[in-house]
């Protein structure tokens, strides 16, 4: 329950960075969805602002809710995206994926003016890992994929990742709004993400992977009672 206040008054905060006529990235995951919410009711009370959704679900959610959509080919200004965190360190720099959804969520984030993360106190922490680092990855030769996403975490310095493919029901593989597979990579500690990033990317078969670095520029941290802004 607490939790859920912190991802709420996160949210709220981040409502300042709203301004009227933005075109806005809308992220996806639980605390976004208190985002959606709030940027609903203030569209109610006529804000005008068109959203980006960063996900099918983001999508369905912000119809149900009233907020204006538009597909990102139509668009050629992101003024801001806001969107939530699997973890978040003192650099700003994130894990994401938990929903399945970091592709097009870097996509529009990188295209965005402006990054804000919002997050609960959990999400907060002094070096990436502990959460499962998700890596998208086309469906063709997922195998050979994943035993080459193992050898760029150890060449990075990650002791002795796990990897498995994300699965739903049925034990099958979960097929994400682009058509790829995901593996969640258990790293423990990641000691150079910059590093980490670079090296899943020159990996063929890697479509993304949810280390965001030097892409987030604002990270709204909630608590009981508030909300802490950090600025980088």
């Known amino acids: 329950m607490a939790n859920e206040i912190e991802k709420e008054n996160a ?11 933005m075109t806005i990235g809308l992220g996806t995951g639980s605390t976004a969805k208190f985002f959606v919410e709030y940027l609903a009711e203030e569209i109610a009370d006529g804000l005008v602002v068109r959203g980006v959704p960063t996900s099918e679900q983001t999508r369905r959610l912000a119809d149900s809710l009233g907020v204006p959509l538009v597909d990102v080919e139509q668009v050629d200004r992101i003024h801001l995206t806001v969107d939530g965190a699997d973890e ?43 959460f499962p680092l998700p890596v998208e990855v086309t469906p063709f030769g997922y195998t050979i994929t994943a035993k080459k996403v193992y050898d760029a975490l150890c060449k990075a310095g990650v002791l002795k990742p796990m990897i498995k493919v994300r699965t739903g029901p049925g034990h099958k593989p979960i097929v994400t709004d682009g058509g790829n597979f995901i593996l969640d990579c258990q790293c423990g500690i990641i000691p150079d993400a910059p590093m980490t990033a670079a090296l899943l990317s020159n990996v063929p ?24 802004v950090f600025e980088y």
């Open 88 to 130: 978040v360190d003192q650099q700003a720099q994130l894990i994401k994926g938990g929903g399945a959804a970091l592709l097009r969520e870097k996509i529009i984030a990188n295209a965005s003016d402006l990054m804000v993360v919002i997050a609960d106190s959990s999400k907060s922490v002094e070096t990436l890992g502990k």
């Open 11 to 21: 949210a709220a905060a981040a409502m300042d960075y709203v301004e009227d006529g």
């Open 205 to 228: 078969g890697v479509v993304e992977h949810g280390l965001f670095i030097d892409i987030a520029r604002t990270v709204i941290v909630g608590s009981e009672d508030g909300a802490t």
